[in-house]
């Protein structure tokens, strides 16, 4: 595996949905020597999950557009563009 370490911050309200993508990444780390190592973190809601990236040191969001709280989001962005 390679030394390096990618921070990816998981934004995903469904914890089947989480599971498998923790999954997915640990199979393509030990199948892959050349694929980094994942730190994931996992925030249930947008709203929180924006809190955490607030904090830096974040190099990935993988990010549920389906979220409840999504709507919040998107008009926010959608007024400041």
Same mark, same amino acid.
Request: no cysteine.
């Given at each position: 595996?390679? #030394?390096?370490?990618?921070?990816?911050?998981? %934004? #995903? !309200?469904?914890?089947? !949905?989480?599971?498998? %993508? @923790?999954? =997915? +990444? &640990?199979?393509?780390?030990?199948?892959?020597?050349?694929?980094?190592?994942?730190d994931?973190? @996992?925030? &249930?809601?947008?709203?929180?999950? +924006?809190?955490?990236?607030?904090?830096? !040191?974040?190099? %990935?969001?993988?990010?549920? +557009?389906? +979220?409840?709280? %999504?709507?919040?989001? =998107?008009?926010? =962005? #959608? @007024?400041?563009a």
């Amino acid at each position: 595996m390679s #030394e390096k370490t990618i921070r990816v911050l998981l %934004i #995903e !309200d469904n914890l089947g !949905d989480a599971r498998l %993508i @923790r999954k =997915t +990444l &640990a199979d393509a780390m030990q199948a892959d020597p050349d694929i980094p190592n994942f730190d994931i973190m @996992r925030a &249930a809601k947008l709203s929180t999950g +924006l809190k955490r990236l607030a904090k830096g !040191d974040i190099d %990935i969001v993988l990010l549920n +557009l389906s +979220l409840p709280d %999504i709507g919040v989001w =998107t008009n926010a =962005t #959608e @007024r400041t563009a």
